[in-house]
């Protein structure tokens, strides 16, 4: 995982990857930035948002993109949401 890859590898692995997988990079990306910011700041409020809202991407892209490879992100059949 530590290659680097070409610039046309990159574009290759973008055309391949779905639509949904690319917005939950992007706003993990995004979040991992804001989350470097508020650390950098000293807010220990917008660290632990921002810490909770990168957790909620990892999950919710292993659910759905990498569920065979970590089954207990996935929802039992049959069940929806509940408290």
Known sequence: MKQALSGKERAELHR??????????????????????AAAGHDGELVAFYSYRLMD?????????????????GKPAGQGHRH
């Open 16 to 37: 391949a990857l779905p639509e949904g997988f690319l917005q939950i990079d992007a706003a993990f990306h995004e979040h991992a930035g804001r989350l470097a910011q």
């Open 57 to 73: 991407g990892c999950i919710r892209c292993h659910a759905t993109y990498a569920s065979g490879k970590f089954p207990g992100f």
